[in-house]
């Protein structure tokens, strides 16, 4: 979930649960505890994991920066506890499905770097922060054609939406970078590793997904995963829920 400082309050929007549900799953919300008990405990019952868009950054003394001028807000509850839960899913070999903020805290756990701020690092960059309407899709990405994505996508590019004002910098170890923007920046990664199920966008496919086939293929397959997961003995919820 997301971490509402004002309020404290946990909220995740709707539209990712609501996904995950028309593909085939029951979603199953995480609070931000970090303990390494209750993450354990709880992926335990699990048979993949979404790691979803924040309002904050993630803390570049997490890859050995310091902030920049225009780093946004850091909230350590969302990545300390998203630290906890890709340690036990790296342990596991669980499905993970990385979205936005996801994306760029998963390669920073691999020993990635990140662009801290698009704009002023990068200033022949396309735009990045589209703003409204949200679910428009505003530029195109290459997609690697040997790439999982691109298998999904039927193709070698795709439209997609764009809220970010951070990027990948360096790629973490045993990933690789499976999706450009026309001014060169990463926008996917893919695990390394045969026969692994994890891959990370920086766009939002749960905006909107109803509207556009690369999305629902992307639950849809996150799901299957998922399933496959189940299959190899693990006692999860979401085959339980096939049989119910």
């Known amino acids: 979930m997301r971490h509402e400082l004002e309020t404290e309050r946990f909220y995740l929007a709707r539209t990712y649960s609501e996904a995950i549900e028309a593909a085939g799953g029951i979603p199953v919300h995480l609070s931000l505890i970090p303990k390494a008990e209750y993450v354990e405990t709880i992926l335990g019952k699990l048979d993949g994991v979404l790691l979803p868009g924040s309002a904050s950054d993630v803390d570049p003394l997490r890859y050995g920066r310091e902030p920049h001028r225009r780093l946004g807000a850091v909230h350590p509850l969302r990545d300390e506890t ?22 760029q805290i998963w390669n920073v756990h691999r020993g990635g770097t990140l662009i801290q701020d698009i704009e002023s690092e ?12 949200r679910g428009r899709r505003s530029h195109r990405v290459r997609l690697l054609a040997e790439s999982a994505l691109a298998g999904l996508a039927g193709g ?15 790629v973490g170890d045993g990933l690789r970078a499976t999706a450009w923007t026309a001014d060169g920046l990463i926008e996917a990664l893919e695990d390394q590793r045969t026969g692994r199920w994890a891959l990370g966008v920086q766009w939002h496919p749960e905006i909107e997904w109803e509207q556009d086939a690369f999305s629902e293929k992307l639950f849809k397959s996150f799901i299957e995963a998922a399933q496959r997961f189940t299959g190899q003995g693990n006692d999860q919820l979401l085959l339980e829920s096939k049989a119910t």
Request: proline fraction near 6%; hydrophobic fraction near 45%; aromatic fraction near 2%.
């Open 82 to 103: 998203d630290a906890l839960v890709l340690s036990e899913v790296e342990r596991c070999g669980m499905p993970l499905l990385a979205i936005c903020f996801g994306l």
């Open 122 to 133: 990068l200033p022949d960059a396309i735009r990045h922060e589209q703003g409204a309407p």
């Open 156 to 170: 070698e590019s795709a439209l997609v939406n764009s809220h970010h004002h951070q990027a990948i910098e360096t």
